[in-house]
């Protein structure tokens, strides 16, 4: 069993940047799949980024293509979430994911383990 917990979140002006983090406990994530989604009020939960187990493979939405990046540390078991150039409309829960089966995925019904949850709120 993994246990995945967010953090970085806040509240932040538009144009600004944050840092989302993912620890995860229990067992090593080195070879699964990571992703990010985030669900805003009264919307569906939609697909951020994802990164391969070794780092080497990455995927963004559209939404975040050019300001979002997606790493992680399989030492310290820690997937991040670099965000910059924030917009209101960035504004949401963001929900770190481990996806146990191959391959990179923007469908949150393929991912196994899921965090609480972290929020990001974006001021105009």
């Known amino acids: 069993q993994v246990q995945l917990v967010e953090s970085g979140g806040g509240l932040v002006q538009a144009g600004g940047s944050l840092r989302l983090s993912c620890a995860a406990s229990?067992?090593?994530?080195?070879?699964?799949?990571m992703g990010w989604f985030r669900q805003a009020p009264g919307k569906e939960r939609v697909f951020v980024a994802a990164i391969n187990w070794s780092g080497g493979s990455t995927s963004y939405a559209d939404s975040v293509k050019g300001r979002f990046t997606i790493s992680r540390d399989n030492v310290k078991n820690t997937v991040y979430l670099q965000m910059n150039s924030l917009k209101p409309e960035d504004t949401a829960v963001y929900y770190c994911?481990?996806?146990?089966?191959?391959?990179?995925?923007?469908?949150?019904?393929?991912?196994?383990?899921w965090g609480q949850g972290t929020q990001v709120t974006v001021s105009s």
């Open positions: 229990g067992r090593t994530i080195s070879n699964y799949n």
């Open positions: 994911a481990a996806k146990v089966t191959y391959g990179l995925s923007s469908y949150y019904n393929q991912y196994t383990y």
